[in-house]
């Protein structure tokens, strides 16, 4: 009975590693995916026909977010330190390609003067001066 006992209890624990590899394997993918695919934007972004360049750089910026939110389903399924510090300079490399992006306009535009929000006061639409 012990050894029935034994051998079910392996199998539960490889079944529990293999549902911890699927929970990992989607998000990591699309991790790697969305930085692959923003680097190619990030590449053709300065020699590419300046009436679509707004086009790529925006789509650096979704690519960027859906690796962010791909990377938090990642950290909620507790991954291997190795595996974490590789998706984490994926999206430190995603940040830089943003930044590119956005050029000159790194910088939020100025709220308008007696428009700042206070703190712990949200902005809404109406309350901006745009």
Do not use: Y
Request: charged share 20%; proline share 8%; hydrophobic share 50%.
């Amino acid at each position: 009975k012990n050894a029935s006992a034994l051998v079910q209890a392996r199998r539960d624990a490889t079944a529990a590693a293999a549902a911890e590899a699927r929970a990992l394997a989607a998000p990591v993918a699309l991790v790697e995916r969305c930085r692959a695919h923003a680097q190619l934007l990030d590449e053709f972004s300065p020699i590419c026909n300046p009436n679509i360049v707004s086009d790529a750089k925006v789509g650096v910026h979704l690519l960027a977010g859906a690796a962010r939110a791909a990377f938090q389903t990642v950290l909620v399924n507790s991954p291997p330190d190795d595996l974490k510090a590789r998706l984490e300079a994926d999206i430190a490399a995603l940040d830089a390609m943003e930044t590119r992006a956005l050029g000159a306009a790194a910088a939020p535009p100025p709220f308008a003067p007696g428009l700042a929000p206070r703190a712990g006061e949200f902005v809404t639409a109406e309350a901006t001066p745009f």
